[in-house]
């Protein structure tokens, strides 16, 4: 069964670079799936940051896509969020996610736990 | 970006009654190979969101048939014919047709 686990600090300073990572268990990232990072304000609603799929192209929101950064691990067990120049905006719980099925027949799921990142000096 | 939007915002509910979420998208989520990219989500009070319903009315696995989706094009509605204590929580819609994936703004669930 896979499992999806968000880590990273929970406290970032404004202008710094928040840095998180999702760990894979129970499957390899390198085989055709897409795998992405989401995020949600307290109290808020949910954001799409990013997606990916192995060795090709990588997708990010256009209102971050000049300081977010999706990458693979070089073990194939976790994929990483990089996200520059933080304000107190950017805190958030950040959630990674697999998508499930094929090309037409797709969901995601399953979720990770999500981890708190609060932007504050 | 497909805009997604919920209505209500707040829907307070009667255990052992049906409740109804709508969602609309601002283009249609329905491609010419018959499926509608529209997917539903439960989000639980401290939890991760979890799949509940997929290309527009496919349960996902373990989800009790009490949730329904159907719909098409751009509007969507998600039924639950029994609510039970623990369905409450905030649902969201979201597209899952196009890069930016979108969410509607969730509808809180709660017993009245």
């Known amino acids: 069964q896979v499992q999806l686990q968000e880590s990273g600090p929970g406290l970032v300073k404004p202008s710094e670079t928040l840095s998180l990572t999702c760990t894979v268990s129970g499957y390899s990232i390198s085989t055709n799936y897409y795998w992405a990072w989401f995020r949600q304000p307290p109290g808020k609603g949910l954001e799409w940051i990013g997606s990916f799929y192995y060795n090709e192209n990588t997708y990010y929101s256009s209102s971050l896509k000049s300081r977010v950064t999706i990458s693979l691990d070089t073990s194939k067990t976790q994929f990483s969020l990089i996200l520059t120049s933080v304000t107190p905006t950017d805190t958030a719980v950040y959630y990674c996610?697999?998508?499930?099925?094929?090309?037409?027949?797709?969901?995601?799921?399953?979720w990770g736990q999500g981890t708190l990142v609060t932007v504050s000096s | 970006d497909i805009v997604m939007t919920q209505s209500p915002h707040s829907l307070p509910v009667t255990p052992g009654e049906p409740a109804s979420i709508s969602c609309r998208s601002s283009?249609?989520?329905?491609?010419?190979?018959?499926?509608?990219?529209l997917d539903w989500y439960l989000q639980k009070p401290g939890q991760s969101p979890q799949l509940l319903i997929y290309l527009n009315s496919i349960r996902a696995s373990g989800v009790p048939d009490r949730f329904s989706g159907s719909g098409s094009g751009t509007e969507f509605t998600l039924e639950i014919s029994r609510v039970e204590a623990e369905d409450v929580g905030v649902y969201y819609c979201m597209q899952n047709l196009q890069n930016p994936l979108t969410f509607g703004g969730g509808t809180k669930v709660e017993i009245k």
């Open positions: 283009q249609s989520l329905l491609l010419r190979n018959g499926y509608n990219y």
């Open positions: 996610a697999r998508r499930q099925g094929t090309w037409d027949i797709n969901w995601w799921d399953p």
